[in-house]
């Protein structure tokens, strides 16, 4: 099956093409090539750079089996424009799409196998998106995703392996005595590998259930935040 795979939740961004069969079989998943998305137009390059993508590799978009697309957390803009353009391809060509969490890309990328695992993200203003996830996992364990202040998020992570791309982060964590592995940037690839691991156990949605998953805090933690 080929897979595209599509990252829009950055400042930077990526897509990728993918040829998946069974994600048990060690070496039956190849990333055939990953283009970058670069200063954050999005809308004006998501599209193109899709078509460019299938045209270098010999294929037309009718050949796309299935959509891998990061639905969350980061910027609302970029997240609108991927989320967009994976409904109108799934749409017409009438193929499943595989919602992934970047949160829960970070795990994976991590090659964590067993443990309390805090995968985390820069999610600006000081404040932190992050995923607790306890491997191996559960089929009824649902994994928890919030927001927190930098402060909150350094004091929760205590007795968790923490995860993070984010440089900065993993400095911070470090230095309040946390466990840390700092991964290599996400990019469409990783996003890729998830996102068939979701599609072939059945985890997939038709374009009109496709939703952003922006992770803000609520009304109420906002209210009690500012202590009104």
């Known amino acids: 099956m080929l897979l595209l795979a599509i990252d829009t939740s950055g400042k930077q961004g990526s897509i990728a093409l993918a040829r998946a069969g069974e994600p048990t079989a060690e070496g039956d998943f190849e990333v055939i090539e990953i283009a970058p998305l670069v200063g954050g137009t999005f809308s004006a390059q998501l599209i193109p750079q899709i078509s460019e993508l299938l045209f270098r590799n010999g294929f037309m978009k009718t050949a796309i089996g299935a959509f891998a697309v990061v639905s969350g957390p ?111 940037p996400i990019s469409a690839a990783d996003v890729s590998r998830l996102g068939w691991r979701k599609i072939h156990s059945g985890e997939t949605v038709g374009p009109e259930q496709l939703e952003a998953n922006y992770i803000r805090r609520t009304d109420a933690e906002m209210l009690e935040k500012s202590g009104s």
Do not use: N
């Not at 799934?90 to 309390?116: F, H, N, Y």
């Open 74 to 184: 980061g910027s609302f803009t970029g997240l609108r424009i991927g989320l967009a353009a994976v409904k109108a391809l799934a749409e017409v060509l009438g193929k499943p799409i595989a919602a992934v969490s970047l949160l829960e890309v970070c795990v994976l990328t991590s090659g964590a196998a067993q443990g309390k695992i805090m995968a985390a993200l820069d999610a600006g203003r000081t404040e932190v998106y992050v995923g607790e996830y306890e491997l191996p996992a559960h089929a009824d364990q649902v994994p928890r995703e919030r927001i927190l202040t930098r402060s909150e998020f350094l004091s929760q992570a205590r007795g968790w392996t923490v995860v993070t791309p984010d440089s900065g982060l993993a400095e911070a964590a470090s230095a309040a005595g946390l466990s840390v592995s700092t991964l290599e």
